[in-house]
């Protein structure tokens, strides 16, 4: 793995948000900010190998893969026998970073956790996961990054629960340091609930083993999208410094019948669009609305990707009604490549100069839109 910071933007004098050149095994060059594709399996949800190239590169070129999809199906022992999970997809100039979280299928079972190891929800019930299981999963899979095994809990939990799960994280972490295959890249897990004071003997002991970066865990557990908006959740991210963000905010965008529709010149951010009948907000359209039935037109007029270039709202809403898949599949796209260039505006805004102005709007408006949808509610 290399890395190194192209340009800060100061707040208040200080250094904050910033820009970067990521490198990650075979996958090109990639600038930071930048945003992990949700997979399933090591592809996106909707989105075939063959139509991956209809996205934008190298953006779309970082994947997050939860080791623990591979608990179902074709074993890690086959995986392994194959050459790791690069071959067995086919995706050799793809960066692949497990984590063992996925925020759709995978999730922490904070109370089921112990001090042997964490539990998830999965598709297969309910998983405790020991550090050396986690590391046998990852040594056979071979991505290109990968987190430690961290028990997250969400922001209720009492001081003494907090205190454990950090407790817990720094010992798994030093687990799985010990077990790392070579060639992997290993980033360490931060814990620690809303209790700042936890957070930060977390890190003040990640910082002390030999990780290559840091995965902070625990945002937006035990919230909904609504508690949690992730357009504001990735700006206010970039302005505390981080520089890879891994959200299923597309996947529930598009299971939804969603399509993101906001301006991406972060000149202009502030949109006049207001609620309506249509479905519709500052950020997206809700292509299921009647309203798209006889739309001749593309999500997005100036939308270079695929689906805005061979298809229209009509079609999509069509498409959404009869149940056919290749709605999941265009609107994936689309939301894709639109995701993307929201994080490419960020990093225009701070090589610019203008990234605090950018924020500053971008929050207001947002401050806004959830003060009209108030009153209307």
Known sequence: M?????AWSTSKGNPAARTGVFQLGNCPQIETPALLLSTRKGLPHFISPDLLPSLPLPDSSLLHVSPLHFMEGISSKTISSIGGLHKMLGLHDFGLAAVARDSIQCLPESSASNKLGASFETPCGRLLIKPAEYMGIISS????LWATLADEVPAWVSKKRNKNSVDRTVKWLDECVALSPAGGV???AIVGGSDVEERRRCAQEVVKRNVSGYWIGGFGFGESTDERPALLSAVTGVA??????DSSYIYHLTIGGFALTFPLDNKTYASDLKLT???????KINLKATVYRKDATPIVESCSCYTCQNHTKAYINHLLNVHEMLAQILLEIHNTHHYLGFFRSIREAIKEGRFEKFREMFVEKRRNHLAEVAVCA
Request: aromatic share 12%.
């Open 2 to 6: 290399k890395f190194s910071v192209k």
């Open 141 to 144: 899979l071979r991505p290109n």
């Open 186 to 188: 290993a980033f360490g």
């Open 240 to 245: 505390a410094g981080i520089d890879l963000f």
């Open 277 to 283: 009948g249509m479905g519709i907000d500052q950020t």
